[in-house]
């Protein structure tokens, strides 16, 4: 049975930048998803949770959606990868990377565009990947390089947009520390 489509796109006006402004991270398992007529995600209450905040240096964060089909199985699904890097090598973060890598997550994204996303969603994402490195020269970075990973049966979601603060839309999440 063929798939109706519903609409085309026309050429907009170029007014967005690409890159990542901050994610959050929360690794547990008090989370209800819930959805609002145009598609967007919000939280139901399943209680408060908090959600620890990385803040990413200009032109260092970026996600990606791989549409992933089988036409030999019928089946579609969408992988997505976020990679960040985080300046700077001490044990604090090597402990909490340890922690992050043994974790699903769910991760809210802020764009440069003042987007909010979430990935990991319904499955988790994974931290997939890292590297921490001196580098070489006075002008390399000197931090983590980390990419993270969810595969998920349908694109990355919008959130709600905030009415003043990041995620403030999203009332049962508490960013630690606060925007």
Not at 62 to 72: A, K, N
């Given at each position: ?58 032109s260092t964060g970026s996600i990606s959606e791989e549409i992933l089909t089988s036409s030999s199985n019928g ?35 802020l764009d440069n565009n003042n987007n909010q996303w979430i990935m990991g969603e319904i499955n988790g994402a994974e931290l997939s ?51």
């Amino acid at each position: 049975m063929p798939c109706d489509l519903t609409t085309g796109r026309l050429l907009d006006c170029k007014a967005e930048v690409g890159g990542i402004r901050s994610i959050l991270l929360y690794a547990g398992d008090n989370y209800s998803p819930a959805y609002y007529a145009d598609g967007k995600f919000a939280l139901n209450s399943g209680g408060f949770i908090t959600a620890y905040r990385y803040d990413l240096p200009k032109s260092t964060g970026s996600i990606s959606e791989e549409i992933l089909t089988s036409s030999s199985n019928g089946t579609t699904f969408y992988e997505d990868t976020l990679v960040i890097n985080l300046h700077r090598l001490d044990n604090t973060m090597r402990d909490e990377l340890r922690l992050i890598a043994q974790s699903r997550l769910r991760i809210f994204i802020l764009d440069n565009n003042n987007n909010q996303w979430i990935m990991g969603e319904i499955n988790g994402a994974e931290l997939s990947e890292g590297t921490a490195a001196t580098g070489q020269s006075f002008s390399d970075m000197y931090g983590y390089n980390l990419t993270f990973k969810s595969q998920e049966p349908n694109p990355l979601r919008a959130c709600l947009p905030f009415t003043t603060k990041p995620f403030d839309s999203l009332a049962f999440i508490t960013p630690s520390p606060a925007f």
